[in-house]
């Protein structure tokens, strides 16, 4: 699974996040999902809303922002406890303000939602206060939760990639080749040509193949 990650400054403030939020499933509308295995619940009291938010999840993963809020603002009219859809809202805002009240009524509704859910707002939250401790734990609790959500994985590979630790962020997605190609060429692109040659030498001897 590909993944771009976006370093945000607002005000001052660096907000990391990533347009990659969560994996949902079908189930009955009355409340939270049934739990595919080792995957991310989403809880929606909305059947129809819970619709809206995939289209916009599968538009956000393939990089169509823009095209993917108007899903995520109409999963989110359709039910407004719907936090997830918030979340969406957050990484596809345009504006600081935007932002910061997509992201606040996500925190609002987090005590109402599953484990993995909230650690995905407080994420954000802490990114929100300039506390990348506080992103990098909250995403690390996540992938120990769920270790086989490849978005999960995601999250906190890019994480890592914003940080720098280049080879945790290896260590993290291993299996996607996907990834770590993309990751080596940014780090060469940006300048690192000894840092990209490194991770690419550790990247083929876990991946030999």
């Known amino acids: 699974?590909?993944?771009t990650s976006f370093d945000r400054g607002?005000?001052?403030a660096r907000v990391v996040f990533a347009l990659l939020v969560v994996c949902a499933i079908s189930a009955p509308a009355s409340s939270q999902t049934a739990t595919a295995a080792g995957k991310i619940p989403i809880t929606s009291s909305s059947e129809e809303a819970r619709a809206l938010y995939l289209k916009g999840r599968d538009l956000a993963e393939r990089l169509r922002a823009t095209d993917a809020r108007r899903f995520y603002e109409q999963a989110a009219a359709k039910d407004s406890g719907f936090a997830l859809a918030y979340v969406g809202l957050a990484n596809t805002s345009g504006t600081n303000r935007e932002f910061v009240?997509?992201?606040?009524k996500a925190v609002a509704l987090a005590p109402k939602v599953s484990e993995g859910e909230r650690h995905m707002v407080l994420a954000l939250d802490a990114g929100l206060k300039n506390d990348p401790?506080?992103?990098l734990r909250h995403y690390t609790e996540l992938v120990a939760l769920f270790p086989k959500d490849e978005r999960a994985q995601t999250l906190l590979a890019n994480t890592y990639f914003g940080?720098?630790?280049y080879q945790r962020a290896i260590e993290v997605h291993s299996e996607d080749l996907?990834?770590?190609t993309d990751a080596v060429l940014g780090i060469k692109d940006a300048g690192h040509t000894g840092a990209a040659a490194k991770l690419l030498?550790?990247?083929?001897?876990?991946?030999p193949q």
Do not use: K, L, P
């Open 201 to 207: 030498a550790s990247a083929v001897a876990a991946n």
């Open 178 to 180: 996907a990834f770590i």
């Open 1 to 3: 699974m590909r993944c």
């Open 163 to 165: 940080r720098q630790e």
């Open 101 to 104: 009240e997509a992201v606040t």
């Open 10 to 12: 607002f005000d001052g």
């Open 133 to 135: 401790a506080g992103v």
